[in-house]
Nanobody, 126 residues
Framework: VQLQASGGGLVQAGDSLRLSCAASGRIVTYYRMAWFRQAPGKEREFVASSRYKPGITNYADSVKGRFTISRDNAENTLYLQMNSLKPDDTAIYSC????????????????????WGQGTQVTVSS
């Protein structure tokens, strides 16, 4: 499984960006996919996750109402629409895939995931 993230950039506060994560395999077969981010000097943190069956999405409190995770199963691509961006959203964003169910997994820990894409930098200026 290979994941390729793209779409990052330098934007101003209040702007929007859409990140993409193209997968080499059929994402409908993955148990869960997610976006994480890591700011300089900070630990990697959960942003949002998506389960295909059933269609369940989860968001970190810090992005609820501003970010939307979605997927195009035909294109095997995961998206993260980010609106009303803030300087605190500045980080390297990475996508991840969990292939199978794992007991006790909440989908919010990096250890839940089996495969990772390289990150894409998002910088939000004030």
């Amino acid at each position: 499984v290979q994941l390729q993230a793209s779409g990052g950039g330098l934007v101003q506060a209040g702007d929007s960006l859409r990140l993409s994560c193209a997968a080499s395999g059929r994402i409908v077969t993955y148990y869960r996919m997610a976006w994480f981010r890591q700011a300089p000097g900070k630990e990697r943190e959960f942003v949002a996750s998506s389960r295909y069956k059933p269609g369940i999405t989860n968001y970190a409190d810090s992005v609820k109402g501003r970010f939307t995770i979605s997927r195009d199963n035909a294109e095997n691509t995961l998206y993260l629409q980010m609106n009303s961006l803030k300087p605190d959203d500045t980080a390297i964003y990475s996508c991840a895939a969990q292939l199978n169910f794992k007991g006790g997994s909440t989908g919010q820990q990096p250890s839940n995931y089996d495969y990772w894409g390289q990150g894409t930098q998002v910088t939000v200026s004030s």
